[in-house]
């Protein structure tokens, strides 16, 4: 039983219903929200990299004008451990102890009637402190090196033998530097007690986590906290973890009996969200001289900080990328003395990819083979591990589309070998694959007596545009207009949703509410009077279209839901739908796929100085079915302006002897502006999935996956220099 998708609305290019909202400022971001009689909290935070708090003195702070509190480790509650997520551990609670392990470490609160005037008086808390030298290079002999507790390593077939007969080898060691999400919204928090229950407003991209980890944090029922972010100004990913400052905004509230508001500084941004670690990888790959690869053997070290667990899996995806019989991956960390590495734009995938595209770019050169032509020769027809059929992949179409449209085969692939004037020219392309994701979700609708409907679920839109599909994917099943369909997302009282996170979000909700419009015509069936032509059909005999179910084989067959409601006195009528295609996944005797894609670079380097420009790219993606073009070319472009960065500009500078964070604010941590960013292609290429209810594919995410590599690839191209490092920055091209 499902309902149908009519293609009636889904994939249309609609604007994003919360456009107007967010244009005109009317859009409630946690950092807009204020209630009554509350307090503002700042953060105070170690200026040391590590060592220990001696003493602190907040006597001059808590006398200063509007002070009301000064909390500190000395004066703060125990508090419980949060679980873990699924993907690693908590971060460490604050003020666990006076121990400073990183720079930027919350070392206390401050609250006052007002913002300033809580500023001002952080400035008068005097802590003595005990230095340490700070652990801050990954090469430095006291970091202590970690295996990762997740079990991922893969050992299939024997690389050392497949290395040892291959062709051709390589051997390859990449490096790519810490990088800091700077979405534009300062995340904020707004705690208010009830007794026992709290409510929340909090920058967050996972509501019904950071409720079960306050809860766990206060020893207080799950069901009494409420977290609310009906919009965020961005997540890519430091959304994903309840944060130390989330946590202390609830604290203080507790403790002061009165709601309390902290809203995060930039430079504490770079401090308290979690960054993508900092890597290094060592690639060896075995050919044979058709260009198959043989053996890939993928070792990953990532920073991590001191005593936390949420290890970065940076070659999670590499068994998956290519067609390989022999492939042994392993991660491992270095400990830090750093703020915690977290989530950021595909974790892990951005940045193996990277190392994967760079060598095979190198060895198409060895090979003689040209570079699109060794990605198809390597290319995964079925799932490279299980052996199972994809459930759908248009890679393939991806690069020979990809190519076609760029004019890949104008080039000359000679390094150095085209230019304008004192501009070297250079084409590069990449391969990119990602990795599956999905996790249970619940979603409600609910009819009124109008035929209006009320799409319910905690899930939230973080920028990606969650209202507007969710509304087009109902009203297209329901066979309503756009104006008929409410959603109400952002609250973790809502019916249980995942995380925006893993490109996991669209799929799952996608499917809950197929699965739920699917119940609600049911239950209308249900309600139909014994002379109603709908009587006893199932779903799949009738079709939902204006406003109200016919016979799929009688147009004329049908009832509106105003009749069918109005008959009846129901005022409303709520089916609620669930998915769960992990558990699914399990029987599906398909692999399940993920987003592919394919980049194609044009740069520009000046002889003279240096200067690296993207001229063109073009993305050609397989989303799958698009739920709306628009919103999921964006989304690919985004991503692919997060490519650019981390190709040319992203890097988070440690001072090395006291951890402080050198570019911590917008002045000096460079992103990708207008000037850098060219007009970018979007293609989407592909079909449905077979295996995702919808047809759907996550797509938030793939979209910065491959962009690094396809300029690093362009810059051999045209200087036949062979960048290994990111950012990739002028001194390495002089
Ligand atoms: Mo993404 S790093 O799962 O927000």
Not at 17 to 35: E, F, M, N, R
Not at 261 to 277: N, Y
Not at 292 to 315: G, K, P, W
Not at 723 to 729: A, C, G, N, V
């Amino acid at each position: 039983m499902t309902a149908t998708i009519n293609d009636r609305l889904l994939g249309q290019p609609f604007d994003r219903l919360d456009g107007v909202l967010k244009a005109t400022g009317a859009a409630p971001y946690p950092s807009d929200v204020s209630i009554p009689g509350q307090a503002h909290a700042v953060l105070l935070q170690s200026p040391i990299g590590a060592g220990r708090i001696r003493a602190i003195d907040s006597t001059a702070a808590e006398a200063a004008p509007g002070v009301v509190a000064v909390i500190t480790h000395l004066n703060s509650p125990a508090l419980g451990e949060a679980p873990m997520t699924g993907l690693g551990g908590p971060p460490r609670n604050p003020f666990t102890d006076d121990r400073v392990l990183h720079y930027g470490q919350n070392v206390a609160v401050v609250v006052a009637e007002r913002r300033e005037q809580a500023m001002a008086a952080a400035l008068l808390v005097d802590v003595d402190y005990e230095v340490s030298a700070p652990i801050l290079d990954m090469d430095d002999p006291r970091a202590a090196v970690e295996n990762n507790a997740w079990g991922l390593e893969t050992h299939d077939g024997d690389v050392e033998a497949a290395l040892a007969g291959a062709q051709v080898t390589y051997d390859g060691t990449f490096r790519i530097a810490p990088e800091t999400n700077n979405p534009i919204g300062l995340f904020t928090t707004v705690a208010e007690w009830d007794g026992d229950r709290l409510t929340i407003h909090d920058s967050t991209q996972w509501p019904m986590m950071v409720r079960a980890s306050l809860a766990a944090v206060f020893g207080v029922p799950e069901a009494g906290v409420r977290v609310l972010v009906p919009y965020l100004g961005g997540g890519f990913g430091n959304g994903l973890r309840t944060w130390p400052h989330t946590i202390l905004t609830a604290l203080a509230a507790r403790m002061l009996g009165r709601p309390v508001k902290l809203t995060l500084t930039r430079p504490q941004m770079f401090t308290s969200l979690g960054h993508r670690a900092q890597s290094r990888q060592r690639l060896r790959l075995g050919v044979g001289g058709d260009g198959r690869m043989l053996a890939m053997d993928h070792d990953a070290t990532a920073s991590l900080a001191a005593e936390e667990t949420n290890f970065s899996a940076i070659v999670i995806g590499s068994p998956e990328a290519y067609a390989t019989p022999n492939v042994a991956t392993h991660d491992r960390q270095v400990r830090l003395n750093i703020p915690n590495p977290s989530f950021m734009r595909a974790p892990g995938h951005a940045e193996a990819n990277f190392a994967i595209e760079s060598a095979l770019d190198e060895l198409s050169y060895q090979l003689g083979i040209d570079p699109v032509e060794l990605r198809l020769i390597n290319h995964a027809d079925v799932h490279p591990r299980s052996g199972l059929p994809w459930s759908s992949n248009a890679l393939r179409e991806c690069l020979t589309v990809g190519a076609e449209q760029f004019g890949w085969n104008d080039r000359n692939p000679e390094p150095q070998s085209m230019r304008d004037g004192n501009k070297l020219i250079g084409y590069g392309m990449a391969g990119v694959t990602f990795g599956w994701y999905a996790a249970p979700c619940t979603a409600t609708i609910t009819m009124d007596s109008a035929g209006s409907v009320i799409v319910r679920a905690a899930a939230t839109d973080i920028g990606t545009g969650t209202y507007t599909v969710a509304a087009q994917l109902t009203a297209d099943l329901l066979g309503l207009s756009m104006d008929d369909v409410t959603v109400k997302i952002g609250d973790s009282d809502l019916p249980p949703a995942p995380q925006s996170g893993g490109s996991g979000l669209a799929v799952a909700l996608a499917a809950a509410v197929q699965s739920g419009a699917a119940k609600l015509i049911e239950a209308l069936i249900d309600a139909v009077g014994d002379s109603s032509p709908l009587r006893g059909k199932t779903v799949d005999e009738v079709v939902a279209e204006n406003g109200g179910l016919r016979l799929r084989d009688d147009a004329d067959a049908g009832e509106t839901f105003r009749e069918i409601l109005g008959r009846h006195g129901l005022d409303h009528l709520t089916a609620e739908g669930t998915s769960d295609l992990a558990a699914a996944a399990k029987n599906a005797k398909m692999a399940t796929a993920p987003a592919f894609a394919a980049r194609f670079v044009e740069i520009t380097i000046d002889e003279d100085l240096g200067l690296l420009r993207v001229k063109r790219l073009l993305s050609v993606v397989d989303g799958g079915r698009l739920l709306n073009a628009k919103t999921a070319r964006s989304q690919i472009i985004g991503g692919a302006v997060m490519g650019i960065g981390m190709a040319m500009f992203e890097d988070t500078i440690y001072d090395q002897d006291t951890g402080r964070i050198a570019n911590a604010t917008f002045g000096d941590y460079l992103v990708p502006v207008n000037a850098d960013v060219p007009d970018l292609d979007v293609v989407f290429v592909g079909e449905p999935d077979r295996f995702s209810p919808t047809g759907v594919k996550g797509l938030g995410e793939v979209g910065v996956v491959g962009v690094a590599a396809a300029i690093a690839n362009a810059v051999y191209h045209a200087t036949g220099r062979r960048m290994r490092s990111l950012p990739i920055t002028i001194d390495q091209l002089m």
